[in-house]
């Protein structure tokens, strides 16, 4: 079973930046993607944005294109997530989410970390 442990989330300022990290543990680690959602209370979980775990294309939402940026250390087992000029709408949990090989989507979550932006 794989273990995902998300970090970095906190409170900031609109127009500041955070950097997320995702570092997946607990057997031979091997997926087809990473990904990141949130959600805001009262609102639906939302897709931010993923990466190919081999290859390394990526893909975001409409809603954080241009300001947040996903990469992947592959021997750290490593996702990362930094995210610029933030605004208050993008004030929610943050959750780490991979595609393991063999798996049909994201099955495996981490616990989720608390982003704050203040206006």
């Known amino acids: 079973q794989v273990q995902l442990v998300e970090s970095g989330g906190g409170l900031v300022q609109a127009g500041g930046s955070l950097r997320l990290s995702c570092t997946a543990s607990?057997?031979?680690?091997?997926?087809?993607?990473m990904a990141w959602f949130r959600q805001a209370p009262g609102k639906d979980r939302e897709f931010v944005s993923h990466i190919r775990w081999s290859g390394g294309s990526t893909h975001y939402a409409d809603s954080v294109k241009g300001r947040f940026s996903i990469s992947r250390h592959k021997t750290r087992n490593t996702v990362y997530l930094q995210m610029n000029n933030l605004k208050p709408e993008d004030t929610a949990v943050y959750y780490c989410a991979a595609h393991l090989v063999g798996a049909d989507d994201y099955g495996s979550w981490g616990q989720g970390t608390q982003v704050t932006v203040s206006s």
């Open positions: 607990g057997r031979t680690f091997s997926a087809y993607a």
